[in-house]
């Protein structure tokens, strides 16, 4: 975030198609956006096609000297490359270009850095960006080269490099036993959750595909939302009403992108693992994004690599009041919902979708109450959802209740339950 009254640093961002890919408008348009979430004024972008990267520069001699035109020419103090590249590849480029030189995986780790609010986001990104940093250690001690050689004076940047890497090595082992803990407390509250179990559903999505606004309007509640990449970091859970008294768990999760930093994904561990663990996944695709096709795929692929691929799931496809293109007329299914989560419209179909996947994990249980049985009858309609009630001739009802583990378990627990009232048909 850009501090009131200064101008943010300018970028020149240059988007790399690799191997036998195009340098295409959309991953330029990307790029330009982290580049922007992240704080900087994106002076200019240039397209590169790198066949096989150089092992100095990445990029060829001419597009390095065209990059460092667009540097001068736009006084810009930083560049952005869309790629990993090495960090002596990074140093020659800096060293060519004059000013400073990060790759994607730098830029989404500083995003991720703004982003963190919660202690445990905090500590997950602290973890990536060290993890990062060890292997770009020997950067910041090039001025001490030029005394390797000297006699009396060999192996001073060598001992301070050793130092650096010990206390980063130190930090990184702190930081995974915290988040081992964290994953301990997560795994207890899971546990918890088992003992009256409330089925969970995790949205998941592209950066910026809107869950967070579909969050909100889901539960009511006032998440942080933004037209911007990785607007939320950290999971965020809420009760959904499906009626008047049922209700699941509904999770707003961190947007994935194309070529995440694996580093994140390792220290997100923890979080993902809700998603994991849930019992449905709302997968909201943006629907007025041109690439929505290759956005899900890419989803998918990174659902399947946290091992979240079998888990059932409703795609949803968010913001077609921003959208040029038609809804399918076929699509009648509760597997594929098109809503705008903004204005509202959809909102009614896809609570029915989830509704109807969860029904299959409730049962219709009669009971029969006697008179005495006042204060459980009371209970019963408060927590439960009665489907159908009558009347017996010794003042008692008969009640048809609808409920899932999580209520079948609450009435096992009331004092004045007793088995012998579930009527067997």
Known sequence: ????????????????????????????????LLTVSAGAGVAEIMLANVARPHPSTFLGTGKVEQIAAAVKAHGA?????????????????ERALKTRVIDRTRLILDIFARRAQ????????????????????????????????GIGLRGPGETQLETDRRLIGGRIRTLKRRLEKVARRRELRRQNRKKVPVHTVSLVGYTNAGKSTLFNRLTGADVYQADQLFATLDTTMRKLHLSDNYHVIIADTVGFIK??????????????????????LLHVVDWSDPDH?????????????????DIRRIVVYNKTDL???????NRTDNRHIWLSARSGEGMDRL???????????????????????????????????????????DGGSILDVAMDEAGAAWLERQDDFQPSMICMK
């Open 1 to 32: 975030m850009v501090e009131a009254g200064v101008a943010p640093e300018k970028a020149v961002v240059v988007h790399i198609g690799l191997g036998g890919l195009k340098a295409d408008e959309a991953g330029a348009q990307e790029i330009r």
């Open 77 to 93: 103090g930083l560049v952005v490359v869309n790629a990993a590249i090495s960090p002596v590849q990074e140093r020659n480029l």
């Open 118 to 149: 919660t202690h445990e986001g905090k500590l997950q990104v602290e973890l990536a960006q060290l993890q990062y940093l060890s292997t770009r250690l020997v950067r910041g001690w090039t001025h001490l080269e030029r005394q390797k050689g």
């Open 259 to 280: 070529d995440l930093p694996h580093g994140l994904v390792e220290a997100f561990h923890a979080t993902l693992e809700e998603v994991t663990q849930s019992s449905l």
């Open 293 to 309: 096709d290759q956005q899900e795929e890419q989803v998918n692929r990174v659902l399947a690599e946290i091992g979240a691929g």
């Open 323 to 329: 959208a040029g293109e038609e809804i399918p007329a």
């Open 351 to 393: 609570k029915t979708a989830i509704a109807g996947h969860f029904s299959h994990y409730r049962q219709i249980k009669t009971l029969k109450l006697g008179p005495e049985a006042a204060r459980l009858r009371a209970h019963i309609f408060q927590r439960l959802e009665v489907v159908k009630e009558s009347g017996v001739a």
